[in-house]
Structure formats: structure tokens, C-alpha cells
């Protein structure tokens, strides 16, 4: 069973083309990285798949149906998605800004009701800033507010999660932990996630699919372990690089 | 460099308007060199001290400003500064218009070292707001065209406050060529070749310093020294035109567009180019001004028709601003402390504007001092008094809740009507029902300003979006849009009849005219703001968190843009017709909502209604009391409450 169904997908900017021809399935129920080098377009294609980009050519389907088929509201309790950079959210507290996540569900002018206040007390709990819950965002660290973000979006109730760098700006403590947090997530709740990654370390060990792009185009997709190749990442990365074996068994890869 | 011969044609088509207004005065009768006036016919001595000089000093004050402008641009490594945006010409203005007013012995000694004072207090003001931010460009440009902006607004207080008597100043605001002889054009040649000749000197350095601060500064280059020299050959240029044609907008940004376009690389070549397209600009512009005159078209001074061409401009290169902001400069302060009782704070708001609206119906001044109204003066002064006090208050609010609106809506501390040219808008809108419907009434007038508010508005916003921008640009365009209004109402201003002094009246804001019907019309405004308020409050709490965050929970971004822009006109137009387009109100009113700890959508908005309502309510009073028995403008009295505080706001906000 495929979460989203591209055919042909293409997405230009005056110029240059960011995404040439995709066609592919993403699996559903499982946590799938989006891996390649800067500018490879995997921004693009997690934005597109968001709908914050539309596409140039080509289809996309989520459940079937076509992403302009959904209605706004539709789409935002059925997915939830977090930009690269989270904006600074002004005085806001930390469940104040969960709640926000309700919004697809109450609307503009419908009652926050208790069905709302107990999904926020849920979301809280499950990605553990329920102690935090009345501090203010911009006052927490870079993991902290990173788990407020995603229990934004468990709030929203959607059962799929985009995430765009999560990790990037974060110490490797902290990386660990949201990425942990993520998978959590995924396997006990049965969610689907698409995470852009840097880490091709990271990727391997936290997801269980993994996409690679090149220049607009899919290089790979598949199982980590098809991943962790020497010949497989030099031609995802265009750079020799080494595979070395840990202990337990997991690969690490390292440049050559 | 084939690309510069696409000048030729401009060159050719300068020269040929000027032909064409010198063949309408005197034919081919010209007189011969030198020039003697007593023998010449009176329309060869028109042609010999009035239209030759006016050629040249168009030629000459073009390429001054135009080298001013490059030297500006390559200095702060800023393709959009010039000496407009920075407002270093309207400071020379206001300080030509200040030392005419009050201390006219000053004038004696010339127009220069006063105009170039002017000039340097403002720049100051705008380098020391920069230097607070690295000289970020968009900081730069949004603090030079505030203070430009609060510099004209007072200046034109000024000259209204002076009745007709000083209507030349009016003119001389929008820049006129007309000379009477070559002094003006001596004068300026000596000043330009002096400048040209420091800029050759600094050509060198400034290419150093194009690689930016750190790298100039390992090079071994005195940056500040070299920043500083360069600034001031830049503004003395701009100050020494300023002060003998007047205000000439834009010609400085539009001179360096041109080179860059024609392909000037490198900071000499584009000094040059500059200059020359700067120089080939006033002249093709003072051409036209010259064909439209002798068309039976009104008369109306150059410096307007530059700045209608200056506003577009500016606009289309916003885009050219790459890396302009580094990320997090521009973004509101945090760790503001949060209202425990935002609810209580909001009644202890009301309150106090209730209890001060009702000492003001009281209290009034009589010569000699002041004195509480008997009972007798109070039934007469209630009808007069009351509904000015509401209007007032009304107004401030719609201003403050459209300030509200827009901070949320372009996530950017400093947005507000004023800035982001919604005002300016509305200003057009105003002047254009008074001189196309031929007695407007106040339904007219307030769907004018309504309309222009409007408009202005979604032009800002739809190019905003169509070009991806960060908020920070959306400020400039608003900018950009204020100068475009303000340009075409100076020529409106120049047209010079009554209807113009009527404008010109309601630029700067009066509640002495407001009738019970008017008061209660902003009433139902900021009722029906509020209500509007009120039912998106949802979206006012997630659109400051950014499209991305708003559109993945499912707002109807396109929608919420436009009903909250069409708000917010709807407010400002309404307020604007009573206060005029400039009281900082808007930008002010939110921010100290902000300061107080009310966070939530509608407790920011409403603080900002009650703190809006307020500060009119206080600028009223002043505005009636300072300069007893006469009344100032209120707008302007407004502005001057609000200009130190806004930026004195940018100066701190360098954390």
C-alpha cells in the first residue's frame, strides 16, 4: 500500500529544473529518508509533497486521490508538515503553539472544545514537553523546541508527518533524541513520516526506507542496508566513501 | 560597452525636447556669445538666463546625483541606497524649510552650509541605526525613507502652518529647474567637479572595501575612515542640489540601475555611467516638463515627475537585494514578559482612556491659563468637543488595529500602515476624489481613501508573494509604493489651486472638522474591524508563524491574506481621512500592546485599539494646546510623538 503515488513528476523554477520525471510509490507506515547532496531537490519534492510547491507537470496522489483534490482542511488533518527552519514564535507558550496544531479541526471560528484540549494533552505527553508546557517557546533549546514542534503536529491528528531537516541545527544529543522521538512516533502510532536528512548515518540507522535524488532525478530507493555501499554513495554523493562495520553489526559510512 | 550606445538615443531625444522649448521661445533667433542682456530682445535673454542655464543644470545636478547615488550604493554595498532612500534629501529640506522659518538671518549667508547640515543630521541618525546592524541594506533603506518620510511630514506642517506665504516652498518640494541665471549652474559645476575628483581619489579603496568589511579590513584599509569620507563626498553632492533646485527623488537610485543594466561592473566604470545616466534622466525628465508646458499642460516641477518614475523602480529592484538581510535581523524581540491579566490589563486601558476622554471634555485652556468649563460653556462646548474626542479616539484605534493586522500578517515587527504604504495610498485615494468628483462628500471621500488604501495595499502584498520574498522586502516595497503616492500628490500639490490647498490641509490632520455623523462613522469602522478581528482570530494567531506552518494546517493562505489586507484598508482609509496619512499611530500602538505582555490575537489587537485610541486622544490634546490659541495639525502632532520613539525602538532593537 503506497502513501503517495508519483508519476512523472517535474517541478521547474524560472530557469532550472529542481525535479525532472519522478515516478515512484512512498511506502505507507514506515519512516522514509529523503537523502541526496545540497540542491539535490529533496527540499523540493517534501515541499511539493506538502503542497507548498506546486508542481509543474506530472501527478501526485496521497491515498489515491490527486494533492489538488484535497480540500485545505482535508490535507492538514491527514498530514502534517514542519518547514526547515521553525519560525520564532513570539511569546507564545509551548502549549499554545500545540494547540495551534487543533486548527484544522476547529477552524477559524468553531469552539475549542474538550476533544481539542485533550488531544493537545496527549500530544504533550507522547513527545514529553508535557513539564514544559508553560514555558515560551523561543526560551527552549534547539531539542526542546523541536519536540514542541512535533507535538504541534501530533496534535493536528494527522497520520502522516513531513519533516524538513529536523536535525540539522541540533547537537548530536539532541539529534539522537528527536530522531528517537520521531520513530516512536512512527512505529508505536502507526504513522508515516518522510524526513529530509543530511546525516546518511542517520538515515540508515533511524529509518526503515530510504530515497535518494541526484540532480532532480531518483538514484536509489529501497532498504537502508541498499544504502550503505561504497559504489551506492558515490553515486549519490559523487564522492568515494568508506563503509565500515560497527560491532553490533550496523554499518557506518565515512568519506574515503 | 556596446550596450552604452543605447544612451545615444536618450542623449538625442534630451537634446531635442530642449531644442523644441528653445525654438518656442525665440525661434532661431539665439543669441551670440557672450551674452549681453542689453542687447538681446527679451525673449533671447528668456533663452540666454533661462532655458540654457536651466539645460545645464539639469545635465549638471543629474550626474551629481547620480554620482551620489553610486557612491552611496558601492559604500554600503547597497543597490538600493541613494540620497532619497536615506533620506539624506529630506533632511536638507527640512532644515532649508526650518532655518527659512525660524531664523531667516541664517539664509543670508546662503542656502548651502544650511542644506548640507540638514542633509548630514539625517544621514547620521540613518548610519547610526545602520551601524547597530552591520549597515544591513533593507535596515538601512526603511530607516533612511522614516526619517525621510517624518522629515517632509514636518516640513510640510511647517509650511502649512505658515499659510500661503511660503506656497514657493511647496514648489521648491518638488523640485524645480527654473533658473534665472548661471549662478546656480557655476555653483553646482564647481561642486560636481570637486566631487567627481575625491571619487576618483576613493575609487580604489571602495573597490577593497566591495569585499566586504572583514576582507577590506585584513587588506589593511581603514574601513570606517574610508565609509565615512565616502558618505560625505556623497552627501554634499546631494545637499549642494538640494539646496539650489530642490527635492529631486530617485535620480541618484535610477542613475546606478541604469549603469549596472548598460553593464557597469566595477566601482569606477559604475561611478561614471552613473553620473552620465543620472545627467541623461533630469534632462529627458526636464524635457518633458518643458514639452508639457509648452503643450498648455499645468506646469509642474521636475522633481515629481522623477519621483513617479523613482517608486516603480525601487520596486523592480527589490529582487536585486540578494542576502540582504542576514536571517534573524529583523525579527521581533523576544522575551517580552506576558500579561498575567491580560483581561484586567484591557479594562485598566479602557478605563483610563474613558476617565482622560472625559477630563478633556472639562478641562480647557483660556488666556491666562486653564480653567474647568462652568456649566454654561460646557452645553456649548459639548457639540464641538465630543464628537472630535471620539473621532480622535476612533481613529487611533482603526490606525492601531490595522497596525495590529499587518505585524501579524508579514510576521515583521515593523509593519504598519504608514510604512507599508497603506496610507499613502489612502492620501492618493483622498486626492483623487477631491479633484475628480466636484464637491465630494464625506461618503466619497472615505470610499476614496478606503479604495487607495486598499489598492496600495494588495499591490504591495501581490508582488510580495509573486516574488517569494521575505517580510523584510515586503517593507520596502510598501516603501517604495509610500514614495510613489507622496511623488504624484507633490504634483498635485504644485498644480496650486484651491483644491490643492485643500489637500494639502488634510495632509497633515485636523479633528477640528469632524461632525457627530463623521465620529460615529469611525465608530462603526472600528466596530466593524473588531468584529472582523474577532472572527479571524484563529488565522491572526498561526499566520505570524509563516506560510509554510500556515498552509500546512490547512488555512486558505490566499483567502486570509486578502480578507485581512482588505481589514485593514478599510480601517486605515477610514482613519486616514480624519488624521491624514503620516501619525506613526499604527506602528506604535501594537508594538506598546506588545510591550505591555498582551500576546494572545485579540488581547495584542485590542491593547492596540485602546493604546491607538489613546495616544490620538493625547495628540489631540496636544495638538490644540501647544500652540494655543491656534491649532496644529494632528497628524503632525502625532508624528512628532512618534518618529524619536520609532527610532529610538530601531536603534535598541540591535540585540
Redesign the interface.
Known sequence: MSLFSLDRLTVDVPGRRLLDGLTLDVPKGRLVALIGHNGSGKSTLLRTL???IAPSGGHVQLDGQELGAWS??????RL????Q?T???????VR?LVA??R??W????GRFGAQDGQAVDRALAECGVAALADR?V??LSGGERQRAWLAMMVA?GAETLLLDEPISALDISHAVEVMSLVRKMCHRQDRSAVIVLHDVNMAARYCDHVIALRRGRIVMQGDPAELMRPDMLQRIYGLPMQVMTRPDGTPVAVPA | MTRILTLLPALFAAGLLWLLAAHALAGWNWPTLPFKAEAMTLDQIRLAFGLMPRGAIALVAGAMLGLSGAILQVVLRNPVADPTTLGIQSGAQLALVLGTVVAPGIMEHGRWPVAVSGAAAAALLVMAIGARRAFAPVTMVIAGMLVGMTASAIATAITLSQGEYLLSLVIWNGGSLVQQDWSGVRALTAVLAGGALAAGLLVRPLRVLSLGVEGARGLGLNVAAIRLLAVTVALVLAAAVSAEVGLIAFVGLAGPAVARVLGATGSGRLMVLSAVAGALLLSLSDGLVLAMAGLGAESFPTGALTGLIGGPLLIALLPRLRGATPPGEERAESGYRRARRPTALLAGLAFAILLAGAVLLVVGRVPGGWALLDRESFATFLPMRLPRLIGATAAGAALGMAGAILQRLTANPLASPEVLGVSGGAALGYALAVFLVAAPGMGTLAGGTMTGGMVALTVVASFARRRRMPPERILLAGIAVSALASAVLAAIMAVGDARSFLVLAWLSGSAAAVTPAGAAGLCAVVALVLAMAFSTRRWLGILPLGDGVAAGLGIPTGQARLALVAVSGIAVGGATILVGPLSFVGLMAPHMSRRMGLVSPLGHLAGAALIGGGLMLAADFGARMAGFPYELPLGLFASLIGAPWLIGLMMRRAR
Open positions: 506538502a503542497r507548498q485545505a482542511r482535508d490535507y492538514a488533518r502534517a508538515f514542519m518547514p527552519t519560525p520564532p514564535a513570539d511569546g507564545m507558550t499554545e495551534l496544531g486548527y484544522p476547529h477552524g477559524a471560528l515560551l523561543d526560551t493536528q
